[in-house]
């Protein structure tokens, strides 16, 4: 992990500045996020082919080779992880075709220096598309960046859609059913590009969280007293698979200004609290209206992260349960807005969001 490499390059009007580092690395950096771009790319036949070699060996950045007619993804050398880094508001991700195999084609501690910002290729979580089980079309699996696997990630899942249907050279809208730790999860890609995604029912019942906060009569955990360092939080305890502790303020406090928030300082606080035995994700939410959220998170496993899918579903269901908005918001995070829907019909929690490539690359095993 000796070298990084920094380049603009401009494809089809646009430029991006990518940096990545590894031992031995090939990339494209891609200014093409957008559908439109995307389609102007493949029609050229250069979508995925590299145009920057980046050699620890040398240190040498080399010019463009003539454009591949051979699918970036359809490269295949041995000896290589190819991977395709996208995000979804900002929460990146590394993505790795899996679909041969059902063990995960490199370990949670490769994980983790993937995912290193400085050493690595940088990444919230490295993402693994792998051969569906119980009927299912495919199976996700997630490590986090600090190498932990958890049950289920909102923004991952859109991107995990996005990477299915490009290696699978689907177009326009399409539905996957996805076998993950927390159970079945149905993507939709939409026709615009936005990926919708059911993610099934909450979970509030205090030990399937899980956290020992004391429950109310109904076994929830809402608005309970949570003490972090000597200040009292108000917190709602709610599972979308992964467990989340959702707060909008401390006991007896104004609405939470979020901005103002030392994340830094508190966010790994409640993350290992000895209530939750299973760590948590945390989420503090300012309430702009009753169909308008802010919110900023402290991942379990990532720290803070631009946005969470998960954790903006379960934010909007901690804010019915509390009275505070209705079941159709928009959540502001760090990185852009989510449109979540917690649907009275079928008590499932639906999520609208994009997912985004960044770019393409491939390292050495
Ligand atoms: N960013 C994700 C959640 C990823 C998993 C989380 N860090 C956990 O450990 O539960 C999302 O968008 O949901």
């Known amino acids: ?98 679909r041969d195999s059902s063990e995960p084609k490199i370990t949670p501690e490769k994980a983790v220096k993937l995912c290193d910002r400085n050493f690595g290729i940088g990444a919230d979580g490295v993402i693994f598309v792998l051969p569906g089980i119980n009927g299912t ?34 177009q326009g809208r399409q539905s996957f059913t996805v076998h993950t730790g927390a159970g079945l999860i149905i993507p939709e890609i939409q026709d615009d590009g936005q990926v919708t995604v059911d993610m099934g029912e909450p979970i509030l019942k205090a030990s399937d969280v899980p956290t020992r906060l004391s429950a109310n ?39 939470l200004q979020v901005d103002e928030i030392n994340l830094a300082k508190i966010g790994h606080k409640f993350e290992h609290h000895e209530m939750f035995p299973a760590r948590t994700n945390t989420e503090f939410v300012e309430v702009l209206s009753p169909s308008h959220l802010k919110m900023r998170v402290w991942e379990r496993g990532a720290g803070a992260t631009l ?40 008590n499932h929690v639906y999520m609208t969001g994009p997912a985004e490539v960044a770019f393409y690359g491939y390292l050495s095993l």
């Open 137 to 170: 079309d495919y199976t996700m699996r997630i490590f986090n960046s600090d190498g932990s696997e958890p049950e289920m990630c909102g923004n991952g899942v859109r991107c995990f859609a996005r990477f299915v249907a490009e290696l699978e050279n689907l």
């Open 1 to 98: 992990m000796a070298i990084a490499a920094t380049t603009t390059t401009t494809i089809a009007g646009s430029a991006r500045r990518c940096s990545l580092t590894s031992t031995s690395l090939l990339f494209r950096c891609c200014s093409s996020p957008t559908t439109t771009q995307l389609n102007f790319l493949r029609a050229n036949n250069s979508s995925r082919s590299p145009n920057l070699r980046v050699s620890a060996s040398s240190m040498k950045l080399e010019a463009a080779e003539k454009a591949s007619p051979v699918s970036f993804l359809d490269r295949r050398e041995s000896g290589f992880l190819h991977f395709v880094k996208y995000h979804g508001l900002g929460n990146d991700f590394v993505l790795v075709d899996n």
């Open 217 to 255: 009569n109904d076994q929830s955990v809402v608005k309970s007293d949570l003490d972090v360092d000597g200040v009292t939080w108000n917190v709602t305890c709610v599972s979308m698979g992964n467990p989340h502790c959702v707060t909008f303020g401390t006991k007896g406090g104004q609405n």
């Open 307 to 346: 946005a969470c899918g998960t954790g903006a579903c379960a934010t909007v269901v901690a804010a019915v349960l509390e009275g505070r908005a209705g079941r159709n918001c928009t959540v502001d995070l760090p990185g852009g807005p989510l449109q979540i829907e917690w649907r009275e019909e079928d």
